[in-house]
């Protein structure tokens, strides 16, 4: 059975995964060799990415007690 911290670790595992997913991405756009319009189509993935990342934080902060959110402050950088 799956508690609520489990959830709650699983989901900020999830967000940390999606953050270096963009860092990843972010990095390749910076290739000198790409168009113009491929780094922007990276640096939009990145973007969403990072909304993914954001999504999975809400996620962590619905198995914690109403006064206690979880935040981005709790992801590892």
Do not use: I
Request: aromatic share 4%; hydrophobic share 45%.
């Amino acid at each position: 059975m799956l508690t609520a911290e489990m959830a709650r670790q699983s989901c900020l595992a999830s967000a940390a995964r999606w953050r270096g997913q963009a860092e990843q991405v972010r990095e390749h756009a910076e290739r000198s060799d790409l168009l113009p319009r491929q780094r922007e189509a990276l640096l939009a993935e990145a973007e969403a990415c990072g909304r993914q990342a954001d999504w999975w934080v809400q996620g962590a902060d619905d198995h914690l007690p109403a006064a206690a959110p979880a935040g981005l402050a709790t992801l590892p950088q």
